[in-house]
């Protein structure tokens, strides 16, 4: 474990350094483009600090995108109509070619494709659960908690719940749709956490996953692995040790 932990905290000095070495080139410093490490490093920040940012990015955003996705082609492959709808959307606003480009703004168009993500991400949450340690004494309910007691929040808990969702084992990506978004009580959906300690990455996320499935729906037909049951397990990241199999039927061109 130890040699393991060397090699991540190498790594990211590696890019720390490497990043260090770019701003004190008068060209690169001319480029138009701006990295999230020199967002970091404009705002003063160094040493743990900036270590444990990088890492954040580096460690905790790839597993979790990844099983994000998985998880939201997996519902796809058993839903043959809200792939159609989703894939309408998707050439309505990109075109019929299952190769052309899809762009930021074509993103950020496509609102049932946020629909379906976000419900994928509600029935499977991918950090189940969270805490948070309090730092004054709290009265609630007539029970004093004093300082530094630490809670824990069942977000998966909180998405089935009846009380806040209606029919919550039931995959609706209408629910998420601008006409009826309103209507989820605010932090009842809370897949990367909430407040102020909240998902540095949530942003980058969503358009990772948004654009990966858009990709796979506009080239690709989804279709389910018969007889096939999620087995999930719950760890610091929700898995499924059965895996999320699809089978990837390419579009006519």
Same mark, same amino acid.
């Given at each position: ?41 404009? @705002? ?10 990088? @890492? ?10 990844? *099983? ?14 809200? *792939? ?14 299952? @190769? ?7 993103? *950020? ?31 609630? @309910? ?8 630490? $809670? ?58 948004? $654009? ?7 080239? $690709? ?33």
């Amino acid at each position: 474990m130890e040699s393991v932990l060397n090699t991540i905290k190498k790594f990211t000095r590696d890019v720390i350094a490497k990043a260090e070495a770019e701003r004190q080139d008068s060209v690169v410093n001319e480029k138009s483009k701006i990295h999230l490490i020199d967002i970091l490093f404009d @705002n003063k920040l160094s040493g743990e600090t900036l270590n444990d940012q990088i @890492n954040t990015f580096i460690l905790a955003g790839h597993d979790t995108v990844a *099983q994000a996705m998985g998880f939201t082609l997996y519902e796809l492959s058993r839903r043959s109509a809200v *792939q159609q709808k989703l894939l309408e959307e998707i050439q309505s606003i990109a075109g019929k070619d299952p @190769n052309a480009d899809i762009t930021y703004k074509d993103l *950020q168009e496509m609102k049932y494709l946020e629909a379906v993500v976000k419900e994928s991400m509600r029935l499977h949450v991918i950090v189940p659960v969270i805490e948070r340690k309090i730092s004054h004494d709290i009265q609630h @309910n007539g029970i004093r908690y004093p300082k530094d007691t630490t $809670f824990m929040f069942n977000i998966d808990g909180i998405h089935k719940s009846e009380k806040y969702f209606a029919n919550p084992k039931e995959y609706n990506p209408n629910r998420f749709m601008p006409e009826n978004a309103h209507l989820i009580l605010k932090n009842t959906f809370v897949p990367f956490s909430v407040g102020p300690r909240d998902c540095i990455g949530k942003l980058y996320a969503m358009l990772e996953i948004k $654009f990966f499935v858009a990709k796979c729906i506009q080239k $690709f037909e989804l279709l389910p692995v018969e007889n096939h049951n999620l087995k999930m397990l719950g760890e610091i990241v929700n898995k499924s040790i059965t895996g999320t199999p699809v089978i990837f039927k390419e579009r006519p061109a």
